[in-house]
């Protein structure tokens, strides 16, 4: 395809994570005119092994997941580019015009947005191994399972983690809250503390994975090693793009939508971790064939004519699985 085509998109996906690479797969499958842009930092790559995504009894890796729903959209002509999108315009017509940061442009009817969050990430040593190990975890709804009667301790802001120690207090007897900060406990999230048994130890004064357990430092207090680590620092919902356009987000900046995943921007689309919602993979693929329904529904109809009256070039259309 001609990056700077004229040639109107059915629909343009921003971000190749479960989410957009679902929502590819189900436009190409509706026969649907469709191009994904992918900067190619899906927060699933972060994902070690997933125990909670269904299909994947033993497990996936992030990666081994991303590179499967990549080869099931691309297995239905799904094209994919690498690319930032930086811009998106809105033209008189009602569609969109969407600009990379290299100058390519495309225009789209619709546009939907699978572009995520980006994780604030804790000053740990040795981060990148501890997350591979599974030490250092970021969502205790995906993994708290896998750590069950682990020593836990929760990395951030001191009434928050307390809310995140309360839930992976499910999940094991031995959890305790780090705090970012020198800040003091509210007085029911003290009686919660007490109530659960949670410890609540000082301000970290250092961090680092020893390549078994997350150490933390005190200042005056000896260093405690845990076998799992949560940071709860928040993240940056990567919803610029729609902001500028003037779509409604919620106090953390992620976006709000309808029923059909549509923001307050007529037809533009957001789905996955970008959206107002619980941040799962699972919710990013209900998302995902919620607004690629909704788009082919509003398309104009593309009935299918007789195989014989197809141009010769027309493609094959896959095999179905087994």
């Avoid at 989410?19 to 005119?33: E, I, K, P």
């Avoid at 442009?105 to 995520?116: M, P, S, Y």
Wanted: charge should be negative; include cysteine; glycine fraction near 10%.
């Amino acid at each position: 395809m001609d990056t700077n085509t004229a040639e109107m998109l059915d629909c343009l996906i921003v971000g190749a994570g479960p989410g957009g690479l679902t929502a590819a797969t189900y436009l190409m499958r509706f026969h649907r005119r469709v191009l994904v842009v992918d900067a190619g930092a899906s927060r699933a790559r972060w994902i070690p092994t997933s125990h909670n995504c269904p299909g994947f009894p033993m497990g996936v890796h992030g990666t081994t997941l991303l590179q499967r729903m990549r080869e099931q959209a691309t297995g239905y002509g799904t094209e994919i580019v690498d690319g930032c999108v930086e811009q998106l315009k809105r033209d008189k017509d009602g569609s969109f015009e969407v600009i990379a940061g290299d100058g390519r442009h495309w225009r789209a009817r619709f546009v939907i947005l699978a572009t995520g969050i980006v994780d604030r990430m804790p000053a740990l040593q040795g981060l990148p191994a501890a997350i591979d190990a599974g030490v250092v975890r970021l969502c205790a709804v995906c993994d708290g399972y896998e750590a069950s009667d682990a020593r836990i301790a929760v990395y951030g802001p001191v009434n928050e983690a307390v809310g995140h120690a309360l839930f992976l207090r499910t999940f094991s007897p031995d959890v305790s809250v780090v705090p970012l900060e020198d800040e003091r406990l509210e007085s029911e999230r003290e009686r919660q503390v007490r109530d659960a048994g949670i410890t609540v130890h000082p301000p970290a004064d250092a961090m680092a994975f020893d390549g078994e357990c997350a150490v933390v430092e005190f200042d005056d207090a000896e260093p405690q090693r845990f076998s799992t680590l949560y940071p709860v620092l928040g993240g940056e919902a990567q919803a610029g793009l729609a902001h500028a356009l003037g779509a409604r987000c919620d106090d953390n900046g992620e976006l709000i939508v309808d029923d059909h995943q549509q923001t307050s921007v007529e037809g533009l689309y957001a789905i996955g971790d970008v959206v107002s919602a619980l941040n799962q993979i699972a919710v990013a693929v209900g998302h995902a064939a919620i607004a690629a329904t909704t788009v082919h529904n509003r398309l104009p109809r593309n009935f299918r004519e007789n195989r014989a009256s197809q141009p010769a070039s027309a493609p094959d259309l896959p095999s179905p699985a087994p």
